[in-house]
């Protein structure tokens, strides 16, 4: 079992910043993918971004987000970010950290086992 809490988000102005936080307990945090996946009203859940588990780290993008969010984790504090600047509106969503799925190009949310209760990012033009 994965125990996900999130911090984070609020409210920026568009072309500002924001940084969202996942903090995970349980199995070994190492062992596992962690993500994040957001949701705006009226849409299905979609990936932004994931980082493989520990030992190699790699890291995938939404197009949509490419070059403007940065996803780590940090092994020794079983942490996971996000770090989202250049924010649009067309960012404002529910985001919600994800931890054991397969990592491919654009992982799916049917297949994530563990999620986060979810924080709101909105972004005003």
């Known amino acids: 079992q994965v125990q996900l809490v999130e911090s984070g988000g609020g409210l920026a102005q568009s072309g500002g910043s924001l940084s969202l936080s996942c903090a995970a307990s349980?199995?070994?945090?190492?062992?596992?993918?962690m993500g994040w996946f957001r949701q705006a009203p009226g849409k299905e859940r979609e990936f932004v971004a994931a980082v493989t588990m520990a030992v190699w780290r790699a890291t995938y993008y939404a197009d949509s987000v490419k070059g403007r969010f940065t996803i780590s984790r940090d092994n020794a504090k079983n942490t996971a970010y996000l770090q989202m600047n250049n924010l649009k509106p067309e960012d404002t969503a529910v985001y919600y950290c994800?931890?054991?799925?397969?990592?491919?190009?654009?992982?799916?949310?049917?297949?994530?086992?563990?999620w986060g209760q979810g924080t709101q990012v909105t972004v005003s033009s």
């Open positions: 994800a931890a054991d799925f397969p990592v491919r190009l654009t992982p799916s949310p049917n297949e994530v086992n563990y």
């Open positions: 349980g199995r070994t945090f190492s062992s596992y993918a």
